[in-house]
Each structure stands twice: as structure tokens, then as C-alpha cells.
């Protein structure tokens, strides 16, 4: 039996699911984490509202917590130091575990402790470290961006400067004539 419910516009602090709303087999819901205003480290902000679409799969002993998110996010090119926006899509898997007495060491990161009277699944790092994973680890604002010139700082991307090209540092020069395959 699959259940689809629509909890959208929910404050990103607080993206929980209620266990109450599990039924047999796979429960989808579908969320939307409003002012996430998350940080993920230099250049890297998400402002716009994340989508978030949680595959619950109730199990003897757990749940598994399989998780889509999408959200625009704000980046630095690491070349040209432009901002830039792009759409980040990711995923992530958990299982919550009811019997925490035996997870395994092995097991440990991959498995989460949920008490059995536990009345909801707080979602909220899933959802976090699933944006996390999704985000390129080279920020650049197009595929084929020229960066900045290393001796004026003009943005090659629209204008041409008039810094000499053939200096070569005398430490670098012999590999000039390497040829790579």
C-alpha cells in the first residue's frame, strides 16, 4: 500500500515525519523546507526553499528513510570569484533502527538509534547532508569560465587584458616541452 501525503511549507528546523502516518509498505511524502538559509561553507548557500521527497519504508525492526532533495544554491566560481546560482539535486539513504542494543560497530554509521516510543523522525540533518553530498566539489559559473588573470585580476570572461603571456616562471620552464598523453 503506498501513502502519499503533502506536508508542504514546513520551517527547515523542524522536517519531521509522524510515525503515526506510516502505514504498511511504502509511505511517500513530500515536503517543502521553507527559509533554509543553510550554509554549507565558503560559497555555498542555499536560500530558496528545498524540495524534499521522503520514501518511508516501515520494517520489523526500523525504517528506512530514503530521501530526494532539490533546492537553487548560491556558489562563488572558484575561477573568477563570480556568484552564480544553480539547481542541486541529491539523495540519501537511513535506516532507524528500533533494536539500537544490536547494531553492530559495522553497522553504527549507517544506522541510526530510534526509541520505540519515538513519535516522529527528525529529518532535518538528513535533508542537510543530503545537499551536502549533492554539491560539486570545483564551483565554476560555466563549464569553460577563463577565471581571473594572475597578474591584473581582469575577469577574462568579458574583457581581454594586456599583461604579458610568455612570462614563464624559470622554476616551471622545463615543463614547457612535456608532453602528456
Request: hydrophobic share 35%.
Amino acid at each position: 500500500m503506498k501513502n502519499s501525503l503533502n506536508l508542504s511549507s514546513i520551517p527547515f528546523g523542524k522536517l519531521h515525519i509522524p510515525l503515526s502516518l506510516l502505514e504498511k509498505g511504502v509511505s511517500t511524502f513530500t515536503l517543502l523546507a521553507i527559509n533554509p538559509n543553510l550554509s554549507l561553507g565558503y560559497g555555498c548557500r542555499f536560500r530558496a526553499p528545498i524540495e524534499v521527497t521522503a520514501h518511508v519504508t516501515s520494517m520489523g525492526n526500523g525504517i528506512l528513510l530514503e530521501l530526494e532533495v532539490e533546492s537553487e544554491g548560491e556558489f562563488l566560481c572558484d575561477r573568477c570569484g563570480a556568484e552564480y546560482k544553480r539547481v542541486i539535486k541529491g539523495g540519501a539513504k537511513t535506516f532507524f533502527s528500533f533494536d539500537c542494543a544490536k547494531i553492530t560497530v559495522e553497522e553504527e554509521e549507517e544506522t541510526r538509534c530510534l526509541s520505540p516510543t519515538s513519535h516522529e523522525i527528525d529529518i532535518t540533518q538528513d535533508v542537510r547532508d543530503a545537499l551536502l553530498l549533492a554539491v560539486p566539489t570545483k564551483h565554476l559559473c560555466h563549464e569553460d569560465c577563463l577565471g581571473l588573470c594572475p597578474h591584473c585580476g581582469a575577469n577574462l570572461n568579458f574583457e581581454s587584458c594586456s599583461c604579458p603571456k610568455g612570462d614563464i616562471d624559470p622554476r616551471w620552464e622545463i615543463l614547457k616541452d612535456l608532453k602528456l598523453h
